[in-house]
């Protein structure tokens, strides 16, 4: 498996905040949950809504997508619940591995 990496110059994210930025043509979300430092694309694959981190979830506000980060498993709430049509299928979120080293977060990301 290949990998290419993505070396940005951040502050690393403070506690129960997120952190959005621009690598190339993709919005990343950076976040801290439980001791993890998460970073994924912030952009609903489904309804291309920008993504947020809540309640130990990544959530679409418009349609309900419930992400766990860690395990990924997907459930639904809001309008999914009460449309059957919003569901998709498991959504095409980018995840991507995460290290620290001195002042730069270095994001690698599978091919």
Known sequence: MYQTTVKIS??????NVVDYYWVGDQQIMIYWYKDSLIANTAICP???AQMEFSDGYI??????LFV??????????GAAEENSTLKCKY????????KIKDEF???F???
């Open 68 to 77: 766990d980060p860690i395990n990924r498993e997907v459930s639904w709430g």
């Open 105 to 107: 977060v270095f994001l």
């Open 46 to 48: 489904h309804m291309g």
């Open 109 to 111: 990301e599978d091919l």
């Open 91 to 98: 959504p095409k979120i980018k995840y991507f591995k995460v």
């Open 59 to 64: 959530r679409c506000p418009w349609h309900g």
């Open 10 to 15: 951040i502050a690393i994210p403070a506690k």
